[in-house]
């Protein structure tokens, strides 16, 4: 979840959403909220859950999840949850992955010493575990088509260009 130095306002959260995901949201709460006074009750939602999931989980079960989503959710902290705070919370969830996850990833693969920078040594025994086998040489070139800013190591930054392609043209 985001730290309080970090959370947006509920409005532009809920900005974040795609249309189709703020129609299926909108939806999904006045589904919820039984009575349609514009919040939702712990019983609302763990009466509509049974319904839905009361095989698979237990009413106890359910409650306790309730619990736990309604105090992370509840920013006001009124005891219910408004549509505001429904659709903020799922645009923290929809949207808290850094886009760049996967790419980090790959990037750790080649940092073998985490110290966020990838070396000559590193990319040339990264390039052998793939079945690459690259000399001196050709590793050099490759360090020097990569290393935008010349000082004998890849950084993130640089390793993202050079995988989007942006780094050919």
Known sequence: MLNKDKMCSQQKLV?????????SLECLFKMFDVNNDGELT????????????GKIYTREEIRDAVQKFIRVTDRNKNGTIDIKEFMSYFAITFNKK?????????FA?????????????????????????????????????IDKNG?????????????SGNHFK
Not at 15 to 23: A, S
Not at 42 to 49: A, F, H, I, M, Y
Not at 153 to 160: A, L, N, R
């Open 15 to 23: 900005k974040l959403l795609t249309p189709k995901e703020t129609t």
């Open 109 to 145: 693969f080649f940092d073998e010493d985490n110290n966020n920078e990838i070396s000559h040594a590193e990319l040339k025994k990264a390039m052998n575990k793939l079945g690459a086998k690259y000399t001196d040489l050709e590793i050099s070139k490759i360090m020097r088509n």
């Open 151 to 163: 000082d004998g190591v890849i950084y993130f930054d640089e390793f993202k260009e050079m995988m």
């Open 98 to 106: 850094d886009p760049d996850c996967e790419l980090r990833e790959v």
């Open 42 to 53: 712990r019983d609302e939602l763990v009466n509509s859950l049974f319904k839905f999931m």
